[in-house]
């Protein structure tokens, strides 16, 4: 699909959802929010977060003629950030709603805001609760963790921001974890609380299927911890393609806009998948 097509695509399923909640704005604006949205969209896909490229680019192949200076279209932007969330979990839900009983997996990933050197330099965060560890990697960083809510197929459909410092299991309590009854969601060791998978299972009918660590008291089958590990194997294929995304740093003047622009990366990444 051509890059133009892919844009006009994306700009009608972004004006589908608007529509679908009903949204209303004065007519007599330069332009409208599901232009906004779809400008910063095309800045995510297309040039790494970097607003004031995807502006020029719209406005320079016609696609939104009558673009913002740079200046009112970060206050725009800023402005649609908590409805640009709520059409994400609205499509979301519909994804879950369509696939009924299914497969899903949970996992997280680090995005620091400065390297660890520049650490009391930093003017985005302050205080140790940012500070993370990325096991994987063997190493700290600073900044938040993504906790990320996927398909079997690797399409997320819940996702949400917390310190770098706060444990995997202690965020999956933060996740809404809206799915239908007898859904199978999985997760790595991190996610290990039998009282989480005991709740879920007798209140909501969802089976939370956690790697077991060497010391579990709840010792899996060698099938079922083939199937686990099979299930999860997509996950971190779908973390580097969404990371892929990003610039080597995010630039962000305030906190809040450092999250948006995580946030579109996100939400860019999960309708580039469906278009």
């Not at 686990?228 to 973390?239: L, V």
């Amino acid at each position: 699909m051509l890059k133009e097509d892919k844009i006009i695509a994306l700009y009608s399923i972004v004006d589908d959802l608007l529509k679908g909640i009903h949204h209303v704005e004065p007519q007599n604006r330069k332009i409208f929010d599901n232009e906004v949205i779809t400008t910063a969209l095309v800045s995510a896909l297309y040039f790494g977060g970097h607003l004031d490229n995807a502006r020029g680019f719209m406005k320079m192949t016609g696609l939104v003629p009558r673009m913002l200076d740079k200046s009112r279209f970060c206050r725009r932007l800023h402005g649609l950030t908590e409805l640009v969330c709520s059409l994400f979990f609205q499509l979301g839900q519909h994804l879950k709603d369509i696939a009924g009983a299914c497969d899903y997996v949970i996992d997280s990933f680090p995005i620091a805001v400065c390297d660890n050197i520049r650490i009391s330099r930093s003017k985005l965060l302050k205080g140790e609760q940012w500070r993370g560890k990325q096991a994987s990697m063997r190493r700290y960083f600073y900044g938040v963790k993504v906790q990320v809510l996927m398909t079997a197929s690797g399409i997320p459909v819940e996702f949400c921001f917390v310190p770098g410092s706060e444990s995997d299991v202690q965020a999956l309590k933060k996740l809404p974890l809206a799915v239908a009854e007898e859904s199978t969601i999985y997760g790595d060791a991190a996610y290990t609380d039998y009282t989480i998978e005991d709740d879920l299972k007798e209140a909501d009918f969802i089976h939370l299927m956690v790697q077991r660590k060497s010391n579990s008291k709840r010792k899996d089958e060698p099938w079922i911890r083939f199937i686990k590990e099979h299930m999860r194997k997509g996950i971190e294929t779908t973390f580097s393609l969404l990371k892929a995304l990003f610039l080597r740093k995010i630039h962000a003047v305030t906190f809040k806009g450092f999250l948006l622009k995580i946030m579109m990366f996100i939400v860019a990444y999960t309708l580039d998948k469906l278009v």
